[in-house]
């Protein structure tokens, strides 16, 4: 059996499989611009900033983007160049269609909507005895 090309191989794989998976920020911490910049920059674009904290070496922030979706950035503390957005209904494509339309004519949402009397329907109702 062969072995050289088999170690080879392998070496290959692992090198490669760590130089794609590699989306980290890796600025030295002495470049670093002050959290609040970053809040400021965003509030000035019409962001709504809910939180900033340091995951992986970048930035993490957590808020409203100008559409009023929720979202999840992060951007290099040194440059505060975008590395990586999710907005929270991304994997929601059926829905996006039918908020979009109801925001753009003024139809409330089933969220904005508020129950008659209280009355909530489909839930389901518990009875203590």
């Not at 929720?70 to 929270?88: D, G, H, I, K, N």
């Not at 209904?89 to 269609?97: F, G, L, M, V």
Request: hydrophobic share 30%; with cysteine.
């Amino acid at each position: 059996m062969k072995l050289k090309p088999i170690v080879i191989s392998l070496s290959l794989l692992l090198v490669s499989a760590s130089t794609l998976a590699d989306d980290d920020c890796d600025d030295p911490v002495a470049q670093w611009q002050p959290r609040e910049h970053l809040r400021q920059k965003l509030e000035a674009e019409g962001w709504t900033v809910f939180r900033i904290k340091v995951d992986d070496g970048c930035y993490e922030v957590k808020g409203r983007d100008p559409d009023g979706y929720r979202v999840e950035a992060e951007y290099s503390p040194a440059t505060f160049e975008l590395m990586e957005m999710e907005r929270e209904d991304d994997d929601d494509d059926d829905d996006d269609e039918h908020r979009d339309k109801s925001r753009r004519y003024g139809e409330p949402t089933n969220e904005d909507r508020v129950p008659r009397k209280g009355i909530i329907k489909g839930r389901p109702s518990v009875t203590v005895e």
